[in-house]
């Protein structure tokens, strides 16, 4: 089977740090090909250098035996077709006029025999109009071609964008996370569609798509390639990644099957495995609770009538997958985004109301994915600007500036540096003292092992057992959760937005219930 694309060495950087590191992929004509990998991999990296969006330090790509062009429109007019992470129409056009822009490029009316409505016109003009009709209909699309866009559910929008990458005629289809928002319904729709494009003996098509959603692209694609930290880990089939010991790292945080079974934890220390997970909480008393708590961005419902507790002084970990909900989760307790259904109450009183600054003033705190330090500003003065609003003189301010910095010795050293400046692990102790040198009742952090050596991380476990030691309830949302399932005394499996399963971190954490949650169910290899 031929080659229809080609990269090799793909580099990409910023700021010195790099995004993608001699990147190489081939696809086939015909082939469906799955690139995964956690957040940060440098998947939607790969595929803006892929179409023009982001210039490429070295390396070559080539399509179908030629060098690829460099511009976005001359790639899309090569052949190469596309749809966005984040929903990309036109919203004041319909339905079907969107998907009809994508093959005017094919016309040769002109705009000025357009504005005439000469035959020409009209006659191309009613051809993409029927054409647009039948890559609706394909595409399962439920609703009237003159729909306001507006109105359309997140669902129905997706259709309409593979419905106007594919009006373009492509030799090649590019996704990036096209079942993001959608209901397992609606999945299943969207991996039927292009499972009959590839086999359409009339036009066959190849696809390249990026995914969280591993078990979709496992059960989808003849060939899959792994990326972390901007590298290419491993490409074969489905089953062959599946095995794979470095995938499978990089998704669970270095945990192999063999330490999953046996319920070992080779970077967690002894004393924090024994010292929080066996311990009984103090109090029996509910902090927060979340009732049928939905939230998701525009028309993407993210989480889905989520029920929950914390108690006070508890540590509770929120495991899943990337793009499973736990961001959103977090970030919807402290309104951001509001929640769309549900409540949230805090101490007994309801909290989903209130602005995000009323919130975090009423005692909880978020650490978020990012960490959320100002890079342009000092240790010191990120301490004094997480300070706002809590009225402190400035020899209160000076009192609670030094326990953080009792707290974290290293960033005393580095008082005066800018905080851009700093390791990952010290950003991460910085976005910590900033949280707590407001004094939170419940401590939020999202993904906090992310980019940390597991020396760093051995320390940071000994920080968070700490900090539940002194009675502040924990939340953690965690991918690789063999680090802090050990300090749990519960732990949620969120999956596509709701919660699969719950209970203690050992029956949630067990080998086959989290792989399959992750990497998706063993696939059977059949011969032929």
């Not at 009709?133 to 306001?148: E, M, P, Q």
């Not at 009006?167 to 959608?182: C, Q, V």
């Not at 890079?375 to 809590?390: P, R, Y």
């Not at 067990?510 to 399959?516: F, G, S």
């Amino acid at each position: 089977m031929s080659l229809i694309l080609s990269a090799r060495d793909l580099t990409v950087s910023f700021g010195g740090v790099l995004a993608l590191d001699r990147f190489s992929i081939d696809v086939e004509e015909g082939e469906i090909h799955g690139v995964m990998g956690p957040n940060g991999a440098g998947k939607t990296t790969a595929i803006n250098v892929l179409t023009g969006f982001l210039p490429n330090l070295f390396g070559t790509i080539e399509f179908a035996g030629h060098a690829l062009p460099t511009k976005p429109d001359l790639i899309a007019k090569a052949g190469i077709g596309r749809i966005f992470q984040t929903s990309a129409i036109f919203p004041d056009l319909s339905a079907g006029e969107n998907v009809m822009c994508a093959g005017h490029r094919w016309t040769h009316a002109g705009l000025l025999r357009c504005m005439l409505q000469t035959g020409l016109a009209r006659s191309e003009e009613a051809q993409l109009k029927q054409t647009a009709k039948t890559w609706l209909d394909r595409v399962g699309f439920n609703s009237d071609f003159d729909v306001a866009m507006k109105s359309l559910p997140y669902g129905e929008l997706r259709k309409v964008e593979i419905a106007r990458a594919l009006m373009s005629n492509p030799r090649l289809l590019l996704l990036d996370e096209p079942t993001a928002g959608l209901t397992s319904d609606e999945v299943k729709l969207i991996a039927k569609l292009l499972k009959s494009l590839k086999n359409d003996a009339t036009r066959p098509l190849s696809v390249l798509i990026i995914e969280h959603n591993v078990p979709f692209i496992f059960s989808l694609c003849d060939r899959v390639t792994a990326l972390d930290n901007g590298k290419n880990i491993g490409t074969g089939t489905p089953a062959q990644i599946r095995l794979n010991q470095q995938v499978i790292s990089s998704y669970l945080g270095g945990a192999t099957e063999q330490n999953i079974a046996n319920s070992t934890l080779t970077t967690t220390p002894s004393s924090a495995r024994v010292s929080l997970s066996e311990q009984q909480i103090d109090s029996s008393t509910v902090i927060l609770e979340a009732k049928g708590v939905s939230a998701g961005y525009g028309r993407i419902k993210v989480i889905r009538e989520l029920d929950f507790k914390i108690h006070a002084g508890e540590m509770v970990v929120i495991c899943g997958r990337n793009g499973a909900g736990k961001s959103t989760l977090l970030n919807s307790l402290v309104g951001q985004p509001r929640i769309s259904t549900g409540e949230v109450n805090w101490m007994g009183k309801r909290i989903d109301k209130l602005s995000v600054s009323e919130i975090v003033r009423s005692g909880i705190a978020l650490v978020p994915q990012e960490r959320g330090v100002i890079s342009e500003q000092s240790v010191e003065a990120n301490l004094l600007l997480s300070s706002i609003g809590l009225g402190l003189s400035a020899k209160e301010f000076k009192a609670r500036q030094e326990e953080m910095l009792d707290r974290f010795p290293k960033l005393r050293i580095r008082k005066n540096q800018l905080a851009g400046t700093l390791s990952g692990g010290e950003r991460q102790m910085l976005a910590l003292a900033k949280v707590l040198i407001r004094r939170p009742r419940l401590l939020l952090m999202d993904e906090p092992s992310i980019g940390l050596a597991p020396t760093i991380l051995e320390g940071l476990q000994e920080i968070i057992a700490d900090i539940s030691r002194e009675g502040i309830a924990v939340l953690v949302a965690e991918q690789n959760v063999w680090w802090i399932a050990p300090l749990a005394s519960r732990a949620y499996l969120l999956e596509s937005g709701t919660f699969v399963a719950q209970g203690h971190p050992d029956e949630i954490i067990r080998q086959e219930q989290l792989i399959e949650s992750f990497l998706g169910k063993e696939i059977e290899v059949v011969n032929h």
